[in-house]
């Protein structure tokens, strides 16, 4: 299957959550996001195909979202799970978004064993 070009939309305002005017603070501009990832030829149906677009597109997010501030480490990596999140939802490929769900399904710990995925 043919896609053309789809990415990472995302809106970086948690730092303005905080109280400091990034502008104000001297810091890496924060405001909203956007940036292009082509998938135009990727074949959704082939597995490897599917990882290296997954890895394109965390990549991607993770370097729009980050603030280069030991600080906002936390607010970067939601900023970049969210911003990953949006592309898988956007590009709506079936193996692209089980393979997102799962390396974010939940983890749980039941005496010494981990059971990934069950929900309580």
């Known amino acids: 299957m043919v896609r053309s070009v789809y990415m990472v939309a995302l809106a970086s305002v948690a730092l303005l959550s905080a109280g400091v005017s990034v502008a104000q603070a001297g810091e890496k501009d924060r405001t909203a996001t956007k940036t292009v990832v082509s998938v135009e030829g990727v074949n959704f149906n082939n597995t490897a195909e599917v990882a290296k677009v997954y890895r394109q597109l965390k990549n991607t997010a993770n370097t729009l979202c980050d603030s280069e501030y030991q600080r906002y480490a936390a607010q970067d ?3 970049a799970q969210a911003a990953l999140s949006n592309a898988v939802r956007q590009l ?3 193996t692209l978004t089980a393979l997102h769900e799962s390396k974010n399904a939940p983890v749980y710990a039941d005496k010494g064993r981990v059971l990934a995925g069950l929900s309580q």
């Open 92 to 94: 709506n490929q079936p």
């Open 77 to 79: 990596r939601q900023c």
